[in-house]
């Protein structure tokens, strides 16, 4: 019997000593992971600033900093699987859908259709996601390393109210402008007839896309605005699981 309870004790113990080892390691890889995603995003701020100042215009600014941004922007689907495999407690759905909308925006419409690349609105949503993207990974690097700065927290859960609604104008604007190039060529579109029997208007496609942002919107919104509560004035919200 005795033997039997110090059997259990053993593997109790080298099954705590494994999760304390998974937890260091999903600890030092979020970490590392943050650090390298403020910084890419710093990149892609200090390139914008470089490029107006020499410049004086915005005309040209995306070709510059395309590839920067599609790396960094793609490389960030790494935090839906790290909702998914549980390292991160924030909904995959959540993630997903603001992860999947940044990358349809960088690879399907604004690098896709190189006549709205000089829009003022592609400016407007790329410099709300580097402001955004630089406090949020700032955010999550110093909460990590357990020093969190006042002014980074703050950030984190204010800026938002502003920036949020002035992307998603950006993301329509854009997407808006898009429209009618891709009507004319019919880009990523498929006609019947074809060998696989199958039609799909990409025009059509991107309108889904602008009316989607109804219903998502403010439910994204408001739950940054419930996470807001809860970090800044420690109001216990109860929120149902997705």
């Known amino acids: 019997m005795a033997s039997s309870e110090e059997d259990g004790t053993v593997e109790e113990k080298e099954n705590n000593n494994k999760k304390r080892t998974k937890s260091a390691l999903a600890t030092a890889w979020l970490t590392f992971y943050n650090i390298a995603m403020t910084a890419g995003w710093l990149v892609l701020a200090m390139a914008m600033m470089r490029f107006y100042i020499q410049k004086g215009t915005h005309k040209g600014l995306y070709r510059s900093i395309a590839r920067t941004l599609k790396f960094f922007q793609t490389f960030a689907l790494v935090e839906v699987g790290h909702c998914a495999i549980g390292i991160v407690r924030t909904s995959v759905i959540v993630t997903g859908v603001q992860v999947c909308s940044r990358i349809f925006m960088v690879w399907f419409v604004t690098n896709g259709i190189r006549q709205i690349q000089n829009e003022e609105s592609v400016i407007l949503f790329l410099v709300v996601w580097t402001v955004t993207e630089i406090t949020r990974y700032s955010y999550y690097t110093f909460n990590l390393l357990n020093h969190l700065p006042y002014f980074i927290k703050w950030a984190r859960y204010n800026l938002f109210i502003v920036l949020y609604p002035l ?31 199958v039609s799909f208007d990409y025009y059509y496609c991107l309108i889904i896309v602008m009316l989607s942002y109804i219903p998502l919107f403010p439910q994204l919104y408001f739950h940054m605005l419930r996470q807001r509560r809860r970090v800044l004035h420690g109001e216990v919200i109860v929120e149902k699981d997705d």
């Open 167 to 197: 992307g998603v104008v950006g993301e329509l604007l854009t997407i808006y402008a898009a429209l009618p190039f891709v009507r004319r060529t019919g880009m990523y579109s498929m006609r019947l007839p074809n060998k696989y029997n």
